[in-house]
């Protein structure tokens, strides 16, 4: 099975950047989907970005199109979000995940089957 450590979260003023990075245990990685998700206080986990197991493919919501990238580096089990524009509202935890079965990124959280502690990201002045 995966494991999945995120780190790279922490406190940023609106309008900077952040990059977050998540590293994967298994020798599959390379056959895996990926993607983001976030989850703030009172709200429900919503999707933030995903990446087919190539990295070819990049899936994102719209909350985040055009200010958030995804991409990934088989070679080091690893797939970053780079997040710009920070505002406020991005202020979540932020969870990596793992698709091994299609390798297709999605939006859905139950496609996913292996999942990361999480990483805190606040915005704030």
């Known amino acids: 099975q995966a494991q999945l450590v995120e780190t790279g979260g922490g406190l940023v003023q609106p309008g900077n950047s952040l990059r977050l990075s998540c590293a994967a245990s298994g020798r599959t990685f390379s056959s895996y989907a990926m993607g983001w998700f976030r989850q703030a206080p009172g709200k429900e986990r919503e999707f933030v970005a995903a990446?087919?197991?190539?990295?070819?493919?990049?899936l994102y919501g719209d909350s985040v199109k055009g200010r958030f990238t995804i991409s990934r580096d088989n070679a080091v089990n690893t797939v970053y979000l780079r997040m710009n524009s920070l505002r406020p509202e991005d202020t979540a935890v932020y969870y990596c995940?793992?698709?091994?079965?299609?390798?297709?990124?999605?939006?859905?959280?139950?496609?996913?089957?292996?999942w990361g502690q999480g990483t805190q990201v606040t915005v704030s002045r």
């Open positions: 995940a793992a698709d091994r079965w299609t390798g297709v990124p999605r939006g859905e959280e139950y496609e996913y089957d292996y």
């Open positions: 990446i087919s197991w190539n990295g070819a493919v990049p």
